[in-house]
């Protein structure tokens, strides 16, 4: 059973950011490195390549699981702003910048909680330019 599901999201009106929105229901390494993972989770995700900076196709899969390792992290929606480069897991990561949230999976009765509580919080978000 994978731990992580996942999508990532592009607009062609927004060539420097990539989004995604995944679902972490467990965390495949128990060493004492690994963050703790307390409930299943849906993790919003932004990242942002600075203005001018098109997404470059070396992006990764992982991304989507970086919201685990942001340090002093909340899993209550509360977005976090965070530079890749400083995660333990962000080496070599060219963006500037990543926004993310999570909430508990178990909160998304519906697709307009879904919304409500991920994506629109997410669509919110305005980089510097």
Not at 4 to 18: A, I, K, Q, V
């Amino acid at each position: 059973m994978p731990h992580t599901l996942f999508r990532f999201y592009s607009n062609p009106g927004s060539e420097d950011l990539l989004g995604c929105v995944a679902v972490v229901l467990g965390i495949e390494s128990e060493d004492e490195d690994s963050p703790r993972l307390d409930e299943p989770l849906v993790i919003g995700m932004l990242m942002d390549y600075g203005a001018g900076n098109p997404v470059p196709s070396s992006w990764r899969y992982e991304y989507s699981n970086w919201h685990l390792w942001v340090p002093d992290r909340t899993d209550d929606g509360k977005i976090h702003e965070v530079l890749p480069a400083e995660l333990k897991v962000g080496a070599g990561c060219p963006a500037t910048r990543m926004y993310t949230l999570a909430v508990p999976l178990l909160e998304m009765a519906n697709s307009d909680v879904l919304s409500r509580r991920v994506v629109q919080p997410l669509l919110s978000v305005k980089p510097p330019r």
